[in-house]
C-alpha cells in the first residue's frame, strides 16, 4: 500500500502544473498600461453588447485548436472620459478581442455594464479582454469610476500593492 502510494505521489511530481497567474485586475495598472502603449487608447463607461455565442470555448480534448484572439462585433453605448467627467456620449460599434491563453479563455456577458479602455485603429475601436481582465473592467464600482477619472487627470493613480 505504501509503495502504490509512494509510486503515485512521485509520478504526479513529474507531470507538469498547469495554472494560470495573474496580477490582480486593477484599474490603475491598465490605466497605466493604456497610457504607456504605442497604440492610442480612449476610456469609456457603457453597456457592452455583443452575440455571446461568439465567445471561445474550449474543447478540452483539442486545446491546441483554440485561437488566442477571438474577435466578435460588439457596441458600446454609455459615455467617454474627459477632463469634464464621462460625459462624452459613445455609441459605436466596436470589436471584442476576447483571447484565450492555452486554455483559459476571457468571458464577458452582454448587456453588462463595463469600463473600457478601447484601442483607437485604422478600423474602429478595439476592446481587448483576457481571462486575467485586460482592458476590461464589468460593473465598475463607484470607486473605480472615481479612481480612473483621478489617473485621468493626473492625480495619484497607484495600483493596488502586489501580495
Known amino acids: 500500500m505504501i509503495r502504490a502510494l509512494a509510486f ?4 504526479g511530481l513529474g507531470a507538469p502544473a498547469f495554472a494560470l497567474s495573474c496580477l490582480p485586475h486593477d484599474i490603475a495598472r491598465s ?7 504605442a497604440e492610442t487608447y480612449i476610456v469609456v463607461h457603457g453597456v457592452l453588447d455583443f452575440e455571446e455565442t461568439a465567445l471561445p470555448r474550449v474543447d478540452m480534448s483539442r486545446q491546441q485548436d483554440v485561437p488566442p484572439d477571438t474577435l466578435i462585433p ?9 477632463h469634464d467627467g464621462f460625459v462624452t456620449d459613445f455609441d459605436r460599434a466596436i470589436t471584442l ?16 455594464d ?5 484601442e483607437q ?3 474602429g475601436y478595439r ?21 480612473v477619472r483621478q489617473c485621468f487627470d493626473g492625480g ?5 500593492p502586489l501580495r
Open 114 to 118: 463595463y469600463l473600457a479602455f478601447l
Open 74 to 82: 460588439a457596441r458600446l453605448t454609455g459615455k467617454a472620459l474627459s
Open 97 to 112: 478581442n476576447a483571447q484565450c491563453f492555452g486554455p483559459w479563455c476571457a468571458g464577458a456577458v452582454p448587456g453588462t
Open 121 to 123: 485603429r485604422a478600423d
Open 31 to 37: 490605466f497605466d498600461e493604456a497610457a504607456r502603449a
Open 127 to 147: 476592446l481587448t479582454i483576457n481571462p486575467c481582465g485586460g482592458f476590461g473592467f464589468a460593473e465598475p464600482s463607484p470607486e473605480t469610476l472615481r479612481q
Open 8 to 11: 503515485a505521489l512521485l509520478a
Open 156 to 160: 495619484p493613480c497607484d495600483p493596488a
